[in-house]
């Protein structure tokens, strides 16, 4: 049996864009991994337009499009059958691990939708903190 989990990604007005099913190896070492290397990425910038070089999503509605592929690519890529199933966002969390992805204004400038992606992550539906690595981050 595999450790099940959940993947909710916000837009910046609170409602679910998305909910992500991960089958199996949903506990921190393994998705929470895989979405911590994945917002790296974007360098955790959402925006709203592009321009310039920077590394950013543009939305959260791109954000959740390529981490969905991040994800599933991740494991095998093309024919990586099976593991990853999109849910209707009005689906629960019942899994053994619910990730959140949710945006925070940076500097207070929601006109032009500068933010940066934070994740939430409740377990077993209680929020969870993890402890930040020297110099690291704490989600």
Not at 22 to 45: C, M, N, P, V
Not at 46 to 67: C, H, P, T
Request: glycine share 12%.
């Amino acid at each position: 049996m595999g450790t099940r989990g959940t993947v909710r990604v916000y837009d910046d007005k609170g409602a679910v864009i998305c909910v992500l099913y991960r089958q199996y190896d949903s506990y921190l070492e393994g998705l929470e991994a895989g979405i911590d290397d994945f917002l790296k990425t974007g360098d955790y910038k959402v925006v709203n337009g592009i321009s310039g070089k920077q590394l950013y999503f543009n939305g959260m509605e791109d954000l959740a499009v390529r981490l969905i592929t991040a994800l599933k690519n991740k494991g095998g890529g093309e024919n990586n059958v099976g593991n990853y199933y999109l849910f209707p966002s009005s689906s629960k969390d019942r899994e053994e691990y619910n990730y959140e992805i949710k945006i925070h204004e940076e500097s207070g400038s929601s006109e032009d939708f500068d933010y940066h992606a934070s994740v939430r992550l409740s377990v077993n539906g209680k929020p969870f903190k993890r402890p930040s690595a020297k110099g690291g981050k704490t989600f």
